[in-house]
């Protein structure tokens, strides 16, 4: 079992250091100077009272999660001159207008190529309401439609995923798009930038998004100038900056691979060796994905180009990457791609998961990375449990971040005590993304039970209803509770006080980690 060792690759880590320092100067300095004038005027530092006071007041009316609320209106309190300053430099949504306003003028031009009518969402309706009303939501409030006509193959591993999306490369005839928060130039990721170099020289249009905080430790920038050498169209979503920039906080966390609009492929896993074991930083590692062929995947080509035109504005021809395909799928079901923006106040991934957890009958399964939940999400899992539903879900027994560790074990006792069923996944870290409901409803995608992906981040998923391949992630979560350790009722009363008083601490700042 070889370790992980990140030094070997030419990265982006002193990019990162010299952003954060530099940040951390322009942050000290403007509190520097904002303390030094409340010291100096009375009326100032009375200015300042009654701004905080104002602002804890707005701040408490706004149509916000309570969790997001909470921390800021202890800062400004606590700590009156910094609060506000940090507050009204990225606390508002204001603070990212002009960025929402590009994704918007993007999706709109994109949006026209969606399906609108609803035949489909009628034969639905017709055979599982609840099922329908889902859809109806993110069809309807999210404008992402509903398929048939689309087989699903789902991917309990990671590398099995990695490598169908190469042979799939190779059939490419017209483009190839790839959209992930993180790729590292390595021994798995060469034998996929082979393929991708032998398709550009055929003619394929190959186009890459990759985050640049994402990949920061395994790529710079060069690699950008290494893909435009060989022919493939590459950009960077939200460069790291020397400045003080709220939108920086907001990452893109989708994984999305589309090939001649014909197949797509999305889920968990990022491109690089530790998500397919050839390093194994910590542990096992578990992830999954799904493979789309037929109509759903126009949803998933939709969804990379907004991102990709967001970033730059170049595209003109649309329909070109869109084709009708003479396709008939070979399993039924429904088929629903959809996307999660946080520069709106449409918290998709997180209503998603809600919907299912309120319409389960019999049970309700998740594996996520990390548990770092919102009141009304830990609400609608206890009343689950507590009207008799089977709730599990299956978190890391080894973890990739030890502070975020601490915080996702703080929600375990108040789960366990509400009915719900924690499993922790002992081989190592599971960092797949995945529920099932009632064996009829699933999702998969890239969408963590924590805030960072319900809140922060672009995401998205696929919610898939009476396809095949859910009885393969029914399987799929069998076996990962075979090798998993329920953890106990006796949890809240092995903790020692201080220990429960740290993590009431840590969920306090759950919003920020």
């Not at 998740?366 to 709730?391: C, H, N, Q, W």
């Amino acid at each position: 079992m070889r370790a992980e060792t990140k030094g070997v690759v030419k990265n982006s880590v002193s990019r990162l250091i010299f952003a954060a320092l530099s940040v951390l100067v322009q942050v000290v300095w403007i509190l520097h100077l904002l303390i030094r004038l409340n010291k100096y005027s009375t009326w100032i530092s009375l200015a300042t009272s009654v701004l905080s006071f104002i602002l804890v007041l707005h701040i408490y009316g706004r149509e916000m999660n309570a969790g997001m609320k909470m921390p800021w209106i202890m800062l400004i309190l606590l700590f009156p001159v910094m609060g506000v300053c940090l507050y009204l430099f990225c606390g508002h949504s204001s603070a990212t207008k002009g960025m929402r306003k590009r994704f918007q003028t993007t999706w709109e031009k994109l949006r026209v190529y969606l399906r609108k009518d609803d035949p489909v969402m009628e034969k639905l309706k017709a055979q599982d309401v609840t099922a329908y009303h889902q859809s109806y939501y993110i069809g309807k409030k999210v404008g992402y439609p509903l398929y048939e006509n689309t087989d699903v193959v789902f991917y309990k591993e990671a590398a099995d995923g990695f490598h169908a999306q190469i042979e799939e490369m190779k059939k490419a005839q017209k483009f190839i798009f790839m959209e992930y928060h993180a790729i590292e130039d390595r021994e798995a990721f060469a034998e996929m930038k082979a393929v991708l170099f032998a398709k550009a020289k055929e003619g394929v249009e190959i186009r890459i998004v990759y985050d640049d905080v994402g990949s920061v430790g395994f790529i710079s920038p060069e690699f950008v100038k290494q893909m435009k050498a060989h022919g493939i169209d590459c950009r960077i979503f939200n460069p790291m900056m020397p400045v003080l920039n709220i939108f920086m906080n907001n990452r893109d966390h989708r994984k999305i691979t589309v090939i001649d609009g014909r197949v797509g492929f999305t889920g968990g896993y990022n491109l690089a060796n530790e998500y397919f074991n050839i390093t194994h930083p910590y542990g096992v590692w578990k992830d999954s994905g799904v493979r789309l062929e037929g109509e759903a995947v126009r949803s998933l080509t939709l969804i990379f180009m907004e991102m990709w035109n967001a970033i730059q504005d170049t595209d003109t021809e649309y329909e070109k990457y869109l084709p009708d395909h003479d396709f008939e799928a070979k399993g039924g079901g429904y088929v629903q791609p959809y996307a999660d923006s946080p520069l709106d106040k449409e918290r998709v991934g997180e209503n998603v998961y809600m919907n299912v957890i309120k319409g389960a009958t019999e049970y309700v399964y998740f594996i996520t990375p990390y548990l770092i939940i919102s009141d009304e999400m830990k609400r609608e899992l206890g009343l689950a449990a507590k009207r008799g539903i089977d709730v599990r879900i299956v978190t890391p027994g080894i973890p990739d971040k030890k502070l975020v560790y601490k915080l996702t074990r703080s929600y375990y006792a108040g789960l366990i005590r509400d009915g719900v069923r924690i499993y922790e996944y002992t081989p190592g870290f599971c960092h797949a993304k995945q529920c099932i409901c009632d064996g009829k409803i699933a999702t998969v995608g890239t969408i963590n039970l924590d805030y960072r992906s319900l809140y922060f981040h672009f995401e998205n998923g696929v919610y898939l209803y009476d396809v095949p391949a859910i009885k393969d992630i029914r399987q799929d979560f069998e076996e990962v509770f075979a090798v998993s350790t329920e953890v106990g009722n006796n949890y809240h009363s092995t903790r020692s006080p201080l220990k429960r008083l740290g993590q009431y601490f840590l969920r306090l700042f759950a919003p920020l980690l």
